[in-house]
């Protein structure tokens, strides 16, 4: 919301911006936020507009401004360069985590009517840095910038015609998770907890402590698992990937004890052919699930 208007007589100002972006950091699915460094630039006739005191972000968030300077040019235009370093709120999607891919934008507003400042890209100045320091695991992959003239259902009290439009800057980055490294680290639990399943059918029906012993900890991993993944992406829910890596863990567990108490039944009458039957068919079911998770996995990476 803007703090305040001004009345001016100069007519629309047109603010001609550039910037260039070389910092994204600290990309935070749990509390839907980013950090974004940034040089901008305005170019505009001396109207008594400061983009350092008058930019405001439309989410929630803070700007700092740095490295502020200004220069008088002919012709009765201004100049002023600064730094901006944001920390923005952004509406994170981490339902292909971790192979999702992020659009953080980036939207300031002046305080000014948009009667009196107009704001209007230098699309020739719109830059990012090719080899930066931004957040690790992430690559950057597009910068656009545009701007808007936003109308709110209110003229905030304001006796102006025209009080309720405010020109806009929309800085929008688009990023990608380099989600190599993160599969095996994040995902080693539903791992092992299917290996610990599939292990359970190498073992002979008699030795059932083990069987059940070896299904137990493929619970606690999963569990285990599906916790640390929560932790990174703020709920339970919100990724696919690791929701279809629960079930299937815990479907794959579920056959195995069933299997292991019928087996054990069926043993206690001496009919070993069909415990034989009975573990071979259980196996197969766990390797199927398993084969049906890596293949809906697969194309949530791939498309």
Not at 64 to 83: C, I, L, M, Q, Y
């Amino acid at each position: 919301m803007p703090a305040r208007a001004q009345q001016l007589d100069t007519g629309p100002t047109e603010v001609v911006f550039g910037l260039y972006l070389f910092g994204v950091d600290h990309i935070d699915l749990v509390d839907n936020s980013f950090d974004a460094s940034l040089w901008m630039w305005w170019t505009f006739r001396d109207s008594g507009f400061d983009p350092t005191t008058e930019l405001q972000l439309v989410r929630p968030g803070r700007i700092e401004f740095s490295e502020v300077f200004r220069e008088r040019r002919r012709g009765g235009n201004r100049w002023v360069f600064a730094r901006l370093d944001v920390h923005a709120s952004a509406a994170l999607d981490a339902s292909r985590y971790p192979f999702d891919s992020q659009k953080l934008v980036l939207e300031f507003e002046t305080q000014t009517g948009a009667r009196q400042i107009r704001f209007v890209p230098d699309l020739a100045e719109i830059t990012i840095k090719q080899r930066g320091v931004f957040s690790p695991g992430w690559r950057v992959t597009g910068l656009v910038a545009d701007t808007e003239i936003h109308t709110y259902p209110t003229t905030f009290g304001l006796d102006q015609a025209d009080a309720d439009q405010y020109s806009r800057i929309l800085v929008s980055i688009d990023v990608a998770r380099e989600a190599g490294p993160l599969v095996a680290s994040q995902f080693v639990g539903f791992l092992v907890a299917a290996i610990l399943v599939l292990m359970t059918y190498l073992v002979r029906i008699e030795q059932v402590s083990i069987r059940t012993g070896l299904l137990t900890a493929a619970v606690f991993a999963s569990v285990i698992n599906q916790f640390a993944v929560n932790r990174d992406i703020g709920a339970p829910g919100r990724s696919l990937i690791a929701d279809v890596g629960a079930v299937i863990a815990f479907l794959m567990a579920l056959v195995g004890f069933l299997a292991a108490i019928y087996m054990d039944r069926l043993n206690a009458q001496h009919r070993h052919h069909a415990v034989s039957v009975t573990n071979r068919t259980a196996a197969g079911a766990s390797w199927a699930l398993l084969i049906a998770a890596v293949v809906y996995c697969t194309s949530i990476a791939v498309f």
